[in-house]
C-alpha cells in the first residue's frame, strides 16, 4: 500500500511537471543572407551588415517559446539597421530573469538608444523592467500583450507602442481596451505611415491592430494552444509588425 | 503522432524505474538533488554562463563498495527544457567521498515534438552529515550534453558544464 501511494504521487509530480516544462519549437532556421547572426547562452544579436547600428532592440519572447521563433519577425527590424537582441532566458520565462535586459546594456556599450519589447509574457516581463529602471529605455513595444496594474507605466514619461491582432484570443482586443489605463494615453493609428505626420505633447501609446492576425503568428511556432485562427499569412503579419515597429523607432523622438 | 510517441516512452520508462523502486530490497536508497550548472564551453566556444537549474531523483543500490544509480533528471538547458534518465555507477572512497560516471538519456521538451538528448558525466560527492537513516552532502560534476537535432533550430546544441549540487539521500 505504502509502494502503491509512493507511485501515485510521484507519477502525479512527474505528469505535473511534465505538463508544464514543454515549449513550443520554432521552425528550422533559415536566417537571411543579409544579417549578422551571431548567437551566445544569453541572447541571439541580429544586426545589418551595411550599417554600425546605435540603436538597440530588446526583445523577451513570450512565455514557454524557444527565442529562435522570433528571428524570423526581427530579421526585417534588424534590416533597417537596428541591432536587435532576442534575449534567452532559463525554461523559456523572462520573468525568471528580469536582470538580463540590464546586462545585455552593459555588455554593448555602443549602443545610445536602446527601446524594448516582447511578446505576450515577455511584454509582461518588458514591462517589469521598464517600471524598474523608466530610464534606460526610449521607448516600450508590446506584442500580443496588454499593460498590467502591477508595473503601471500610465505616468512614464515615454512612448510606447502595442500591436495587437484581430484573432488573438490570448490577449483579446477587449482585453488591449480594458487595461489601456496602465499605459500613457492611447492614440490609434490605422496605418504604420501614421506615424509619419503624428504630433504630440505629451507620451503616448500608439496602437495598431493587425487585421486578421492571431496571437502565435507574432512569432514563428507554428499554432498555440486557445488562440484564434488567422486570416492572413505569418509572413504578412510579420511584414506589418516589422514596418511598425521600424516607423515608431525611427519616428519617435520626434513625435 | 511522433510527440505521443516519445512522451509515451519517457512515461513508460518512469513508470518501469517507480515500479522497480517500489520493490523493498536491502541497502536501497532514494536520493533528491538539486543541481545549478555552470556553463563552461558551447559548440566549440570557452565561455562562462548560466546552464540552468536541475531536479532529479534517483534510486541508489548499495552493493560493497560500489554504488548504482537510476533516476530521471528534469533541468533547463540551452534548448529549454530537457527530463532524462540516468544511468551512474561510483565508487566509495572511504566514508563520506564517492567518486562516479553517469550517462543520461532523454528529452528535449517541446509541444510540436520532442527532441533526444544525451549526457555523459563525471561525478564527485562529499557527504556533510551523516545520520542513522539519512545523508547530506554535496555534489561536483563535469558533463557533457548534446541535442543533435536542435541544430536545425539555433546553433549551440552541446555543452560542457559544471553542475553544482545539494543532494539528500535517505
Redesign the interface.
Known amino acids: 500500500m505504502e509502494?502503491?501511494k509512493?507511485?501515485v504521487f510521484?507519477?502525479s509530480l512527474?505528469?505535473m511537471?511534465?505538463s508544464y516544462?514543454?515549449?513550443?519549437?520554432?521552425s528550422?532556421?533559415d536566417v537571411s543572407e543579409n544579417i549578422i547572426?551571431v548567437?551566445?547562452?544569453?541572447y541571439?544579436m541580429l544586426t545589418s551588415p551595411d550599417t554600425s547600428s546605435t540603436t538597440g532592440l530588446i526583445f523577451l519572447p513570450g512565455g514557454f517559446v524557444?527565442?529562435?521563433a522570433y528571428v524570423s519577425l526581427m530579421e526585417k527590424v534588424a534590416q533597417e539597421g537596428i541591432c536587435v537582441i532576442i534575449a534567452?532566458f532559463?525554461?523559456?520565462l523572462a520573468l525568471l530573469?528580469l536582470s538580463k535586459p540590464l546586462s545585455i546594456i552593459e555588455e554593448l556599450p555602443d549602443i545610445d538608444d536602446w527601446y524594448i519589447s516582447g511578446h505576450s509574457l515577455g511584454g509582461i516581463a518588458a514591462q517589469s523592467v521598464v517600471s524598474n529602471h523608466p530610464d534606460e529605455f526610449n521607448g516600450l513595444i508590446f506584442l500580443g500583450v496588454y499593460p498590467t496594474e502591477s508595473y503601471d507605466l500610465s505616468d512614464w514619461n515615454k512612448n510606447m507602442l502595442s500591436i495587437y491582432a484581430e484573432n488573438d484570443m490570448l490577449s483579446t482586443v477587449e482585453e488591449i481596451e480594458d487595461n489601456k489605463q496602465f499605459a500613457p494615453p492611447g492614440i490609434y493609428i490605422d496605418q504604420p505611415d501614421d506615424m509619419d505626420t503624428l504630433q504630440v505633447d505629451h507620451p503616448v501609446t500608439i496602437y495598431y491592430l493587425i487585421q486578421g492576425g492571431n496571437h502565435a503568428q507574432f512569432g514563428d511556432?507554428?499554432s498555440q494552444e486557445g488562440d484564434g485562427i488567422a486570416t492572413i499569412s505569418k509572413d504578412l503579419q510579420h511584414d506589418q509588425v516589422s514596418s511598425t515597429i521600424i516607423k515608431f523607432m525611427r519616428n519617435n523622438e520626434s513625435f | 503522432m511522433k510527440v505521443f510517441n516519445s512522451r509515451l516512452l519517457i512515461l513508460a520508462g518512469l513508470t518501469i524505474f517507480l515500479l522497480f523502486g517500489a520493490v523493498k530490497l536491502n541497502a536501497q536508497h532514494i536520493q533528491i538533488s538539486a543541481n545549478y550548472a555552470q556553463g563552461l564551453r558551447y559548440n566549440n566556444n570557452w565561455d562562462l554562463f548560466n546552464g540552468g537549474a536541475e531536479l532529479s531523483a534517483d534510486y541508489i543500490f548499495d552493493s560493497n563498495d560500489l554504488l548504482f544509480n537510476s533516476g530521471f533528471d528534469l533541468r533547463t538547458i540551452q534548448w529549454g527544457n530537457q527530463l532524462s534518465i540516468s544511468l551512474g555507477i561510483a565508487k566509495k572512497n572511504g566514508d563520506r567521498f564517492e567518486l562516479g560516471a553517469e550517462i543520461q538519456n532523454g528529452l528535449a521538451l517541446f509541444y510540436q515534438r520532442s527532441l533526444y538528448v544525451l549526457g555523459v558525466s563525471i561525478k564527485g560527492s562529499y557527504s556533510l552529515l551523516k545520520m542513522e537513516k539519512m545523508n547530506m552532502g554535496i555534489s561536483l560534476e563535469a558533463r557533457y550534453s548534446n541535442c543533435p537535432a536542435y541544430k536545425a533550430y539555433g546553433q549551440i546544441y552541446h555543452v560542457v558544464e559544471i553542475p553544482i549540487g545539494l543532494y539528500i539521500r535517505f
Open positions: 509502494a502503491l509512493r507511485i510521484y507519477s512527474i505528469i511537471l511534465l516544462s514543454c515549449s513550443y519549437l520554432p528550422e532556421n547572426y548567437e551566445t547562452p544569453e541571439i524557444d527565442a529562435h534567452k532559463p525554461a523559456n530573469e511556432y507554428g
